[in-house]
């Protein structure tokens, strides 16, 4: 029983994503049940330490770095693998469980690929499966190939849905895999649409909200952007962008060339992202791939209406008047314009 042990948790990521602050929910959750936990942060990554001391997690930073291309390191960086191994050793005298936070396989691979050199059990917590050929990161042919291995180096996972069990089981027939879902806490009633306020459509502007790091690749705001601006409509539109991330320089430049009837405003990293809901028609999660995006969970208990590809984990909790088809580039960027026409015209 894992309430009466010892439990190591590693996070491996220099940025905050979705899978981050879901294991601090996780985390906040299970101290609260008396389990006896200790967090491991990257000194670099600021967000995630403050957020840390900001919810009382007991937390100490190590040093071992994120590196781009991180899969190739973790098999060829020999000074970073030791690094790796030092570390693990150190919590593996203190602790009776360790569990890597890895927001995807490459992420923290270092750690599960030093665990199978050094014989020492770690338990991998990840959201998804996804092949980085898919998900376009570069040199992905070549993540894919080592990927395998590193998936074999690990023989305990937890992820967040049934269909990424599957994949692990395919992926590793000797892993023991258990699925701990994504949650998003209850909201304060003053929080819940027609229940803690009323909502009333704008007659001359619709609203969009989209939440979440600014990088097209993963979370597909490009494609929002080019959607609204094929809509044509005799409309003010109006989207909220909360968040920050590597392509906000190129969000921002696409967004001068919308028509004078649309505009962007851009809000930056918060974390009162309900603070601008209260007015918005829809909330867009335009993904090219995602788990189960916390955004999605945190909107259907606000009772907030969602538009979003119909893949991953949208499909398991999203009903056809939210899905659009998904496809090619230009193929999803017409069937969200679509799906947005529709929301417009039943306003």
Known sequence: MLKNKSIAVVFTADIVGGHELMAIEHIKKFLVKGFRISCYAPKDNEKLNNLLKTNNIPYAPHSVKHNKMEIIHSFLNVSQIMKAMFFLKKINAISDEIIIVQGDIELGSGFVNASKLMSIKVTSYIPYTHSFKKMGSKGGGMKDYLSKFVYSNCTHYITICDSFKKDLDKKNSRATVRVLKNFVPSPPLTQIRHVGYEFANSTDTFRILMAGRIFFRQK?????????????????????????????????????????????????WIQTVWDYAYNVDVIVIPSNYEGVPLIML????????????????????????????????????KKLKEKLFNFIMKR
């Open 220 to 268: 597909g705001q490009d494609k929002l952007i080019k959607a609204v601006k094929e809509l044509n409509l005799d409309l003010k539109i109006e989207i909220i962008v909360i968040g920050d991330g590597p392509d906000m320089p190129k969000l921002k430049n696409i967004a001068k060339g919308l028509p004078s009837n649309i505009s962007v405003v851009f809000v930056g």
């Open 298 to 333: 945190e909107g259907i208990k606000r009772n907030i209406p969602i538009v979003a590809p119909a893949r991953d984990g949208m499909k398991d909790y999203l009903g056809k008047e939210s899905l659009y088809d998904v496809g090619e580039y230009s193929y999803e960027c």
